[in-house]
T-cell receptor, first 111, second 116 residues
Framework: QKEVEQDPGPLSVPEGAIVSLNCTYSNSAFQYFMWYRQYSRKGPELLMYTYSSGNKEDGRFTAQVDKSSKYISLFIRDSQPSDSATYLCAMIQGGSEKLVFGKGTKLTVNP | EPEVTQTPSHQVTQMGQEVILRCVPISNHLYFYWYRQILGQKVEFLVSFYNNEISEKSEIFDDQFSVERPDGSNFTLKIRSTKLEDSAMYFC??????????????FGQGTRLTVV
């Protein structure tokens, strides 16, 4: 079983839709969970970061972590064409410097 | 806004040649990282560097790879004898604090390395 699994998509939605992106993981030692956004030909950019089970909201973005199920989600409300990008989940163990990434989900928001 | 800068944006090299990828991290950052992304695959951790030492490395980071902070601003990744399978996008990242618990690493735009 891979450490971090993420459906690569692609995912195409109309503008204004609610988008749900998900990752599962197998390593119980992961303590910190992030979502990165990567535009074409750019490096990953941190969107959300959380370390506890539950929800964390930032504007139109909500990150959700369920440690018991080893499942994390990112919800995007009122999606915009500018949200079109690849979204990467990433995780890290306490005390480590190593981010472990999912494969990324390519999202297209159509006007 | 401060950013991590990587040069060159694209490097083509012959198999067996040495290559140096360069990065200028954000100026007040103390922790530095290299990641790579082979086309169609995940972003993978290579190495972290703090206080002029490697603090963590992956199994990918073998004797062919080395990192250096030759002066106060640059951070480099050297691949001694490139192989075809080293072809990838290489990302440099930096952070002000340790990745845990603060976990905010800023990534550069990447250097695309093509080994022919």
């Amino acid at each position: 079983q891979k450490e971090v699994e993420q459906d690569p998509g692609p995912l195409s939605v109309p503008e204004g839709a609610i988008v749900s992106l998900n990752c599962t993981y197998s390593n119980s030692a992961f303590q910190y969970f992030m979502w990165y956004r990567q535009y074409s030909r750019k490096g990953p950019e941190l969107l959300m970061y959380t370390y506890s089970s539950g929800n964390k909201e930032d504007g139109r973005f909500t990150a959700q972590v369920d440690k018991s199920s080893k499942y994390i989600s990112l919800f995007i409300r009122d999606s915009q064409p500018s949200d079109s990008a690849t979204y990467l989940c990433a995780m890290i163990q306490g005390g480590s410097e190593k981010l472990v990434f999912g494969k990324g989900t390519k999202l297209t928001v159509n006007p | 806004e401060p950013e991590v800068t990587q040069t060159p944006s694209h490097q083509v090299t012959q198999m067996g040649q040495e290559v140096i990828l360069r990065c200028v991290p954000i100026s007040n950052h103390l922790y530095f990282y290299w990641y790579r992304q082979i086309l169609g695959q995940k972003v993978e951790f290579l190495v972290s560097f703090y206080n002029n030492e490697i603090s963590e490395k992956s199994e990918i980071f073998d004797d062919q790879f080395s990192v250096e902070r030759p002066d106060g601003s640059n951070f480099t990744l050297k691949i001694r004898s490139t192989k075809l399978e080293d072809s990838a996008m290489y990302f440099c990242a930096s952070s002000e604090w340790r990745m845990t618990p603060n976990a905010e690493a800023f990534f550069g735009q990447g250097t695309r390395l093509t080994v022919v």
